[in-house]
């Protein structure tokens, strides 16, 4: 019964974050806005509507959304929500988890290549190159979440007893501010990538999608959801873990985390160029090995 739970709050931080990220912009625009369901009924319209394929594309290209959708549900199920337990849980599922999400990435950048259109190409191969630069990441964060608490299943983590100092919440909260950073980098916002926007040459992720439509692009986006929700999660559990966390007090703190930062980064920056996504990627890499050193010091006792 509490396994349905934990899936039924992660479905509503799913469709709560696109919401929560519209009326923020909207509010910091000094604008009314779009309704808070706005996202749902467009969805809606999606699933009723038929999909129109291209004589160049082969069987890959209509599997890929179910494939998308499907690796970042699954991947979402390895998720506890606070104090509940995950409906998926084994040892390794941590990186059962990265490889999970990176299935429903495969399948996309091959359709993308799929369709022989040069510009899809283009957006195929910076997510191929992001995806590799971000994996590294995730490794040492989920490695750190490891050496700390002795498990490598977020189940187990997440509801280990532990004492926490000072030091060990510190790096707890940077790990939820790099968790942060890296679901700009997985969702594809500003500053990485705008997804509202409608120049090919800049696009990244919503170019390899450009030829789909009615209810495959619905299971894309719908997929893209739960992938926001996964690490909002996870990031609301590392800044909730001190605090002896609830689930009812990480499904609001997992939708403030992701939300209010894209909302508010969309309302003050311009998305960066190219070159520099790179950069700011690399800078994720490198904060996330020194918190895997800090993690290491602390595990063995050294003050820091």
Known sequence: MLQILNFILLLLVAVSIPGVINRTRARLAGRLGIRFTQHLRNVGVLLRKGAVYSPTTTALFRLTPACYFGSALVALLFIPVGDLHAPLAFKGDLICFAYTLAIGRFFLILAALDTGSSFEGMGASREALYGALVEPALMLLFGTLALLFGYTSFDDIFSAARHFDVQLTIILLLMAYLFVRLLFVEAGRVPVDDPRTHLELTMIHEVMCLDYCGVDLALIQMGGWLKSAAFAVVAANAVA???????WVVTPLAVLLAALPIGVVE???????????????LTIVAMAAIVFFMGYLIQQNIQI
């Open 241 to 247: 873990m001190p605090l002896g966390y609830h689930w």
């Open 267 to 281: 309302s003050s920056q311009a998305r960066n160029k190219l070159s520099r996504n790179t950069t700011f990627i």
